[in-house]
């Protein structure tokens, strides 16, 4: 892929291989049997995809939901609440959760089996190979939720929310379609915004082709910039502290 600040893939990949990002096998563990979920995010069944799974799926998701429909995609999907409910309020949506950690895939498998959520499944990958698995143009809607901070700055290369993310955003994104972020940490709603025109560092770039359509100082307050905001795990808690989330949604133009 060669963007700079992208991760590199965890696994050691042929020079042309596709797709970047891969289940690790048996023989990649020194103590394969030390975390339980890694087997069973493997039998799970149909709500839960493994990686390798997952990416097949590419251009054809209509196929995994058994029905064509907007794709709708949640990054860093958790213990699967917000999935679960998006999927309830929005029978009409293929609704996709995309979490990188086994144990939260499962925990999310059980949530959407738990309520009946057929509109729904949660994949086994990592958030900087999206392209493994959407076609440009595809999404109709792209969640962040509380995506992990990394404040300090020699943590750079952990954020998601980067130019390389949203350069992939812009790219997977219809025309149209909407990236909603929420955080608790602010500078990740403004750093988002300063990244459509600004290369990391501060210096102008080629804009990309996001624009800013509402923002929120906290949209716990009954404030968010889009109707019928879905409460998140993350978000629970930081509203029981009595802190704000901060939110922003930017429309691919
Ligand atoms: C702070 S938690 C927020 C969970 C949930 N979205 C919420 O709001 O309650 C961040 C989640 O993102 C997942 N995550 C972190 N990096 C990721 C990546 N590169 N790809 C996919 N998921 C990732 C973590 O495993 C974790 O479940």
Same mark, same amino acid.
């Given at each position: 892929m060669g963007v700079r600040g992208r991760p590199t893939p965890q696994i050691p990949q042929p020079p042309d291989a596709h797709p970047q990002f891969r289940d690790r096998l048996p /023989?990649?563990?020194? @103590?394969?049997? *030390?975390?339980p979920y890694v087997a069973e995010h493997r039998a799970f069944g149909p709500e839960l995809l493994t990686a390798d799974q997952a &990416?097949?799926?590419? !251009?054809?998701w209509g196929e995994c939901f058994g029905r064509d429909a907007p794709l709708h995609v949640e990054i860093? +999907? !958790?213990? !699967?609440f917000f999935l679960a409910e998006l999927a309830r309020r929005s029978p009409q949506l293929n609704v996709l959760g995309i979490e990188i950690r086994y144990k939260r895939t499962v925990l999310c498998g059980r949530k959407l089996r738990e309520v009946g959520a057929v509109n729904a499944r949660v994949a086994r990958y990592h958030a900087a190979f999206l392209d493994d698995l959407f076609l440009p143009g595809s999404l109709a809607a792209l969640y962040v939720n @509380?995506? /992990?901070? &990394?404040? =300090? #700055?020699? @943590? #750079? =290369?952990?954020?998601?929310? +980067?130019r390389w993310f949203l350069t992939d955003v812009a790219s997977l994104l219809q025309p149209g379609g909407v990236m909603r972020l929420k955080s608790d940490h602010e500078p990740n709603i403004d750093r988002a915004i300063a990244l459509i025109d600004h290369v990391p560092g501060g210096g102008p770039t080629d804009p990309l082709p996001l624009e800013v359509i509402g923002r929120s /100082?906290?949209?716990?307050? !009954?404030? *968010?910039? &889009?109707?019928d905001d879905i409460e998140t795990n993350y978000q629970r808690k930081f509203k029981r502290r009595g802190l704000p989330v901060f939110a922003v949604e930017l429309r691919r133009s």
């Open positions: /023989d990649d563990y020194r @103590h394969p049997d *030390a975390n &990416w097949r799926f590419r !251009g054809r860093g +999907s !958790g213990n !699967g @509380h995506p /992990d901070p &990394w404040p =300090k #700055e020699r @943590h #750079e =290369k952990n954020r998601l929310i +980067s /100082d906290d949209v716990n307050t !009954g404030d *968010a910039p &889009w109707p």
